[in-house]
């Protein structure tokens, strides 16, 4: 990318890579040597630089600990045969990103700002992109507010910082999940579109009751009605229902547009599956279940990819979904994407970049 942008970089004086133990990685505990760091202020994002990963000085009125304009991404970068490093789709991180931002106030990204930032902090450091089977690096770009004034408005000051943590091989285990029909995550008119902090916090505490009664995580309804299933909360969850995929649609502004789920739904036409972008109905969910006509359910999301879920309770009744043979479509989606991202098979979609 040819650039203008200019970009003050510090390098750390002491890598913490000796004392990183690469066979053990924990997700989000390990924390790369360096972070991107860039202000808004009078209206522009200005700044920009890299710098040692350091903790922040905060004001206690710091606008977001008290109204919450925040908002994150989160991606994967993947290092190929040849060492080289290559990203999956940074370019709808960057848009989302914007989509976000719009819906919290919080002023877009230039493309510029965010690739740049973005291209320059793992060239960095690409020794922490990990070169073993299965692992990577997590990248976590997010956008807060920064005014130190305790009234209710838009800040007027932000920060957007990128950081990254290497991250092992993220085999989920297949997941148990509750049909939620009492708590709302998302609700037309709110920010269930928005990759925003506050959506996590409000999920917290339903996902913990259900962590009590032994499930993983919950599978969210529409808030009016908890009629139909709109999805996971970290993951978008899609339905094999005979030989048709069925997972909801992304018009109503409740779901996240998960990138994974459009890599999922693009690769399931090209090999010749059915796909119903639709909203499928608890009662729906219920039938197939007793009929066994639901062949496959699984959550997409770049920290596992394909989660499989092996258990769903509706209505406080538990199925056990079956077995999921190796030539089911999720494990065959699972190995086509993950041929794609560690550049062991063609990308013919441009969905890599290259650092
Ligand atoms: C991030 C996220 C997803 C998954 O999106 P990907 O782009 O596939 O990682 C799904 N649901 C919610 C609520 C999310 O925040």
Redesign the pocket.
Known sequence: MKTTLQIDIKKTEKSKLPKTDFDNLVFGQSISDHMFVADYINGEWTDFRIEPYTPLSLNPANATLHYGQSIF???KAYKNVSGEILLFRPE??QK?LNESAERMCIPAVPEEVFMEGLFQLLDLDRDWVPAKAGASLYIRPFVFATDDYLGVRPSEKYKFMIFTCPVGNYYSKPVSVKVESKYT??IEGGT?YA?AAG??AG?LYPALLAQKEGYDQLLWTDGKNHQHIE??????VMFMIDDTIVTAPTNTGT?????????VLVLAKEMGYKVEERFLKVSELENALKEGQLKEAF?????ATIAHIARINVNGVDYTLPEIPGNAFSNQVLRKLDAIKYGLEEDTHGWIQKV
């Open positions: 991404e989160g991606m709808a991180n989302r995550r998302a269930g990759k959506n996590y999920s999805e996971s909360g970290t993951m978008n779901i996240l547009k998960g990138i994974t789920r459009d890599s959550g997409t999301g770049t920290a």
